[in-house]
């Protein structure tokens, strides 16, 4: 049965393959890098940037894919800048929002070319994020990522494109992420470009007011939230049943940030995966102003 909670809460979508955009009017309210990269090239960026590293029978495999283009890194921007445009487009001038890569390196164990990325003790909280572009090892990978959004705003005029950053840890990587953004061309400010924040760990809530010091506004993820503040691992599936996006303590964490998205007059948009399942967590996000939640 639907309640009336879940009738006066709308839904918007997480942008993770090409699919989604055989509708005539999707309601796009985020991108992810992360699974575009996955779904649309299956190749690990590493194995893009750095090809020659790879085993022969590899190599061969990545060349094949990328067909008669004349680079793997020409191939993974211009794909990738494709899907970026349409999505923009079908936006019709409305702000697309774009979360760069951040996911732990566990996630991409699957793509070709995986075994270039070091393995990690515990890839949640490992190298992710703004530590994540910093990193050497990366850089070409951030590069390759900053020259999809360049091309797909700049050559093809999407300039309604507007980025999210994911992962923030400190203020001092808010400050850092802004920096290696312009450095690649890509300046906060510069053809209107708007710069968000993944609002995720419970620190970016609970100091959001100075964290949106940095940027022009945030996307709470609140499962994200809830995982760090419960201290849960989602993917163990032993500790499904402790997953609760309703409970109080994520609850207030998630009122904090969106009373600063208030205090500062900036915008701010919320993730929920499960918030179809979650009644109590409807009705108080309509409780406190919030009547659409991005959801895959």
């Not at 992360?34 to 790879?54: E, N, R």
């Not at 793997?72 to 445009?85: H, Q, R």
């Not at 936006?91 to 996630?107: D, E, F, I, Y």
């Amino acid at each position: 049965m639907t309640s009336k909670a879940q009738s006066e809460l709308s839904y918007s979508e997480l942008l993770v393959d090409a699919s989604l955009l055989e509708k005539e009017a999707p309601a796009i309210g985020l991108v992810s890098m992360d699974d575009l990269g996955h779904a649309i090239i299956g190749v690990h960026p590493y194995a893009i940037a750095d090809t020659h590293k790879l085993d022969e029978q590899k190599q061969q495999e990545v060349l094949k894919r990328v067909g008669e283009y004349e680079t793997p890194a020409e191939y993974y921007v211009a794909e990738l800048t494709k899907v970026l445009v349409l999505a923009a487009k079908k936006m019709q001038g409305k702000p697309l929002k774009v979360r760069l890569s951040g996911a732990g390196s566990h996630t991409r164990e699957g793509l070709l070319g995986s075994e270039l990325e070091a393995k990690e003790v515990n890839p949640v909280i490992g190298l992710r994020g703004v530590s994540r572009f910093a990193e050497k090892a990366h850089r070409v990978s951030f590069e390759l990522e900053c020259e999809v959004i360049k091309r797909a705003r700049n050559a093809e005029g999407m300039t309604n494109i507007e980025l999210v950053i994911p992962f923030v840890r400190t203020f001092s990587e808010s400050a850092t992420v802004i920096d290696l953004l312009a450095e690649q061309g890509l300046c906060r400010g510069a053809q209107g470009l708007k710069v968000h924040m993944m609002c995720e760990l419970p620190g970016n809530a609970v100091l959001a007011e100075k964290f949106l010091q940095y940027f022009d506004g945030m996307v709470i993820d609140i499962d994200q939230i809830g995982q760090f503040a419960l201290g849960l691992d989602q993917h163990h599936g032993s500790l499904n049943y402790l997953h609760d996006d309703q409970n109080e303590a994520v609850l207030l964490l998630v009122f904090q940030a969106l009373k600063a998205a208030e205090t500062t007059g900036k915008p701010c948009d919320v993730v929920s995966h499960f918030i179809r399942q979650s009644p109590k967590l409807q009705k108080w996000l309509l409780e406190q102003g919030i009547d659409t939640v991005i959801s895959q």
